[in-house]
């Protein structure tokens, strides 16, 4: 079965920081990536995602990802972090199957403390 | 467009109660999904709808869980009887329903069970 593993639990960055989060997937075959974020009090809404094509991805509030084939992983960066992104970041996956039970399967989520 | 709407969003029950969860997914989404998130953890499937049809239950503990979702809009996911191994957050989200490998979910808030 896939997994998803985000290694780092708890990130604290001050203001300003750069930031970038690990996520690495373990399914031989193709897959879509997603990252979702999960602001305090509020729902899971999604941040980015990556198809096919260029695999540096562009998503919402300055945030960018990156798929590494070869190394099976689809890190989040941010160049400059505000304390507005405190937040909750899961990364998730899903293999694409001819066979119609496709599932996405997330990671353990990274807490993500950003220090005014 | 209003986002997926999820009740009640806090229950608290004895063990061994039964308990319901309601969830309206986004108009026009044909694709529901029931996820079950654990302290510390990412969601996880228990349910996944193309319309009224479970199409990949696989994961739904069946003596203790059951759902449906009657014409294809509402769902229901409901626990008889509770364990406290239960406590967790359900999450509801839907998606248009083209294909899930690119479909992107759009989670509502999420009921928090407390079993007590």
């Known amino acids: 079965a896939q997994s998803v593993s985000q290694h780092n639990h708890h990130v604290i960055l001050s203001e300003a920081a750069s930031l970038e989060l690990g996520c690495n997937y373990s399914y031989g075959g193709t897959v879509n990536l997603f990252w979702y974020v999960q602001y305090p009090g509020q729902h899971l809404q999604l941040l980015l995602k990556y198809f096919s094509g260029d695999p540096l991805v562009k998503g919402i509030k300055g945030f960018e990802a990156e798929f590494i084939k070869s190394k099976f992983s689809f890190n989040l960066r941010k160049p400059s972090v505000q304390w507005s992104d405190t937040a909750e970041y899961f990364c998730a996956v899903i293999p694409l199957s001819n066979f119609g039970n496709e599932k996405l399967t997330f990671g353990t989520g990274t807490r993500l403390t950003i220090i005014p | 467009e209003a986002g997926v709407v999820q009740s009640p969003r806090y229950k608290i029950i004895e063990k061994k109660q039964p308990v319901a969860f309601w969830c309206n997914p986004i108009s026009g989404h044909n694709t529901l999904y029931w996820y079950l998130q654990n302290l510390g953890q990412g969601p996880e499937l228990l349910i996944r709808y193309e319309n009224e049809e479970a199409v990949d239950d696989s994961q739904l503990p069946k003596d203790r869980f059951s759902a449906e979702r009657l014409k294809g809009v509402d769902s229901t996911l409901k626990i008889q009887p509770a364990e406290l191994g239960d406590s967790a957050v359900y999450l509801c989200?839907?998606?248009?329903?083209?294909?899930?490998?690119?479909?992107?979910?759009?989670f509502g808030p999420g009921t928090r069970l407390t079993v007590l």
């Open positions: 989200a839907s998606s248009l329903g083209a294909r899930v490998g690119t479909d992107t979910q759009y």
